[in-house]
């Protein structure tokens, strides 16, 4: 059938195949849901996307493979036995029903995973899954059309093998509309820094670091809410266009601190959100190995740490934490005069002392240039008093006094996901699964060891995004849990090798570590472990991020 012959209102299958070619459309949207989703956590960097497709060897892919060879082969047996009966071509396309239903349940399975960052139907995302949807109908179209006159043994069948296309498909669409996307955000990104630009009374103040961010972020809020009106960036809204919408949606203008949480991913990333932001103060709050497989190198972290720094003006407070080896060093090199370092080990300029650590929270009194003041929180662990102390030495030098830090501190809640206590009955659950790091998760196991009296478990997946140095890490992790707990369930094969090998070397008894597949089923093995008549301290550090499953 030639072109102009096809192409015609009057012939059914000109019509059938537009029908089909919307219903393969909507299917292949949501068929490609997880690959949008790992785009977009990625930042909408392509080179994230590609690490996962390598990580994950391809797993996706291939159970797209899978559901393309069971359609395709349903469609082709379909196909031949209506042309043996000689029923007609038309009666062909039922073949189809195979591929939709293989599509659904395909569907359906996904949409069952656990996901710790869903896909979120933003603006861009929606572009991008308009554009995705004309490229999938063109493309079906095409194929079918293309089909009629190649392919007859096939007929529509074709279109069963176009979900292998979705892989490419998706970062093709991502391309096409970066320069639309670069003038939006360009646009966003002006909106914001004008408005930035007329609050000259604004306080403007950078958080950044591997771990401890949101953590600081929170404590240094309610410290300085004690004398200011403070806009905080909320959730994790890291990014440039996290801390733009953040700008333009949540900064009033009674508001006269503003806290910004940086994050980066790769170098320049901190540059970029001190240009937008332009801050008056810093805090870094330590420099370790999360994101090393993206960075490359712990000197490539702490460079991109030390943009905040470098953007700083010379009448800046900076707070460096003076636990972190790499912090030390940023510290030693600034040019600043008004820079401080933060140590609970040494002295510092503010100082800790009367630590009294237990499962119900920490006391401590808290020591500035001769004056003291009692403090009770209910944060738990020696990592969350030295995020007290980044916090509280930039509050006082913004002129909020000891009494008023005191009476923040014992405010504060436990950051959800962020070693949070939760009771239930005859366990305790410490949730510390938003995300971790090697020092995060040793300050965690620290805190399990004060639950004397419960047996103690934890669940965890390992440490992720530390590239080459990922092994060694989850094997040092796991002797650590050795020392402390009674059982340890992990989550994923991802790191259980490297677990098991460090747990065993701690004469851990194999026959307490278990390995299973996905939280859910880490849950129900929980279950089986706990009985009525012991108390459980039960820790969940880490949650693997979605482009680990």
Same mark, same amino acid.
């Given at each position: ?236 809204? /890291? ?167 005191? !009476? ?70 796991? !002797? ?31 026959? /307490? ?20 008549? /012991? ?15």
């Amino acid at each position: 059938m030639g072109f102009i012959e096809f192409f015609n209102l009057e012939n059914i299958q000109f019509l059938i195949a537009i029908f089909l070619s919307v219903i393969n459309s909507v299917l292949l949207i949501l068929i490609s849901k997880k690959f949008l989703q790992i785009l977009q956590i990625s930042n909408y960097k392509i080179r994230g996307y590609s690490v996962w497709l390598m990580d994950t060897k391809a797993k996706y892919i291939s159970r797209i493979a899978l559901l393309c060879f069971l359609s395709l082969a349903c469609a082709l047996v379909t196909n031949a036995l209506f042309n043996v009966t000689g029923t007609g071509a038309n009666f062909a396309y039922f073949g189809l029903i195979f591929y939709i239903y293989f599509s659904i349940v395909f569907i359906i399975n996904m949409i069952k995973l656990p996901q710790k960052t869903p896909l979120v139907q933003t603006r861009r995302m929606s572009r991008i899954t308009t554009l995705l949807f004309l490229f999938s109908f063109v493309i079906t179209f095409v194929f079918i059309w293309l089909s009629e006159i190649y392919l007859t043994f096939l007929s529509v069948g074709i279109i069963t093998i176009t979900p292998l296309l979705l892989p490419i498909l998706v970062p093709l669409v991502h391309f096409m509309l970066v320069p639309l996307e670069g003038l939006l955000r360009l646009n966003y990104i002006r909106r914001a820094k004008n408005k930035l630009a007329k609050r000259t009374d604004l306080i403007k103040i950078g958080i950044t670091g591997s771990y401890g961010k949101t953590s600081v972020k929170y404590i240094l809020n309610a410290m300085l809410s004690e004398k200011y009106n403070v806009c905080m960036t909320p959730h994790s809204f /890291n990014t440039p266009m996290g801390l733009t919408k953040v700008v333009l949606n949540y900064l009033k203008n009674e508001n006269n601190i503003l806290i910004a949480e940086m994050g980066a991913r790769q170098e320049g990333d901190i540059k970029f959100l001190c240009d937008l932001i332009k801050p008056h103060h810093g805090i870094i709050t330590g420099v370790g190995s999360q994101h090393f497989q993206t960075f490359g190198s712990l000197e490539n972290i702490a460079k991109t740490k030390n943009e905040l720094v470098l953007a700083l003006p010379d009448s800046a407070y900076v707070v460096f934490n003076g636990d972190s080896k790499n912090c030390k060093m940023m510290f030693n090199t600034c040019q600043l005069k008004n820079k401080f370092i933060i140590s609970l080990s040494k002295k510092s300029e503010l100082v800790i002392e009367n630590i009294k650590l237990s499962e119900n929270g920490t006391g401590f009194m808290l020591k500035y240039q001769g004056n003291s003041v009692e403090c009770q929180t209910a944060l738990l662990g020696k990592h969350n008093l030295l995020n007290i102390l980044l916090s509280a030495c930039l509050a006082i030098k913004l002129g909020v006094s000891l009494e008023k830090i005191s !009476k923040a501190i014992k405010s504060l809640e436990p950051v959800p996901h962020r070693l949070q206590p939760i009771e239930n009955g005859n366990v305790l659950v410490l949730d510390d699964a938003y995300s971790s790091n090697d020092e995060g998760a040793k300050n965690a196991v620290e805190v399990l060891k004060f639950f004397e009296g419960k047996i103690k478990i934890c669940i965890t997946p390992g440490i992720v995004e530390l590239g080459e140095k990922e092994d060694n890490i989850n094997q040092e992790f796991g !002797k650590q849990l050795a020392e402390v707990c009674d059982y340890i369930i992990i989550v994923n094969k991802v790191n259980s090798e490297s677990l098991k090998k460090g747990l065993l070397s701690k004469k851990m008894e194999e026959e /307490n570590i278990f390995v299973v597949e996905n939280l859910d089923l880490a849950k129900q093995k929980l279950k089986e472990l706990i009985s009525p008549e /012991n108390k459980y301290a039960v820790l969940f550090e880490n949650d693997l991020p979605d482009n680990y499953t």
